[in-house]
T-cell receptor, first 112, second 117 residues
Framework: QKEVEQDPGPLSVPEGAIVSLNCTYSNSAFQYFMWYRQYSRKGPELLMYTYSSGNKEDGRFTAQVDKSSKYISLFIRDSQPSDSATYLC????????????WGLGTSLAVNP | DTEVTQTPKHLVMGMTNKKSLKCEQHMGHRAMYWYKQKAKKPPELMFVYSYEKLSINESVPSRFSPECPNSSLLNLHLHALQPEDSALYLC????????????????FGPGTRLLVL
């Protein structure tokens, strides 16, 4: 079993839809959770960062962490074609020299 | 400003060539990273520098040689590469408040797309 599981998709939604992206993990020591967005042939761009459990909102994006279920989510409201990209979750813990453990990434297409 | 810059954007090299990739950040970050990314895969960590000292080498072949001339610059020297080394090479940086640890939020550059013929 991989430390971080993420459905690679592809996920295709109409413009304006609410998108839900998810990762599960097995290491209960993880404390820091990140979502990166990566456009084709570009570097990953940090979207959201959450420490421990709870929700965090930034504009149309909401990140949720449920440590009891070892499950994290990224919600995108009012999705736009410009949101079409690969979304990668990453996580780590303080004792791991902060080495990031990555999901495979979910490919999202938002259709106009 | 959360910008990490990388040069060149594209690089084509033969297996006998020597080339270097360059990375620069001016965010005052003290941890810098090299990653390799293949298509449809997540980034794969290669090296970590913390306070200009190499702190992690993920068993990378010696044909890849990192260098950190100062806290803002990171180089990756390439020599005698193989076609399977063709990939997107990403640089990242993060704050490092403790010399033994790197703050977890990493900011990535746009990458250098390398093709080895």
């Amino acid at each position: 079993q991989k430390e971080v599981e993420q459905d690679p998709g592809p996920l295709s939604v109409p413009e304006g839809a609410i998108v839900s992206l998810n990762c599960t993990y097995s290491n209960s020591a993880f404390q820091y959770f990140m979502w990166y967005r990566q456009y084709s042939r570009k570097g990953p761009e940090l979207l959201m960062y959450t420490y421990s459990s709870g929700n965090k909102e930034d504009g149309r994006f909401t990140a949720q962490v449920d440590k009891s279920s070892k499950y994290i989510s990224l919600f995108i409201r009012d999705s736009q074609p410009s949101d079409s990209a690969t979304y990668l979750c990453a996580m780590t813990n303080a004792g791991n020299n902060r080495k990031l453990i990555w999901g495979l990434g979910t490919s999202l297409a938002v259709n106009p | 400003d959360t910008e990490v810059t990388q040069t060149p954007k594209h690089l084509v090299m033969g297996m006998t060539n020597k080339k270097s990739l360059k990375c620069e950040q001016h965010m005052g970050h003290r941890a810098m990273y090299w990653y390799k990314q293949k298509a449809k895969k997540p980034p794969e960590l290669m090296f970590v520098y913390s306070y200009e000292k190499l702190s992690i080498n993920e068993s990378v072949p010696s044909r890849f040689s990192p260098e950190c001339p100062n806290s803002s610059l990171l180089n990756l020297h390439l020599h005698a590469l193989q076609p399977e080394d063709s990939a997107l090479y990403l640089c990242a940086s993060s704050q490092a408040e403790n010399p033994r640890e790197a703050q977890e939020t990493q900011y990535f550059g746009p990458g250098t797309r390398l093709l080895v013929l």
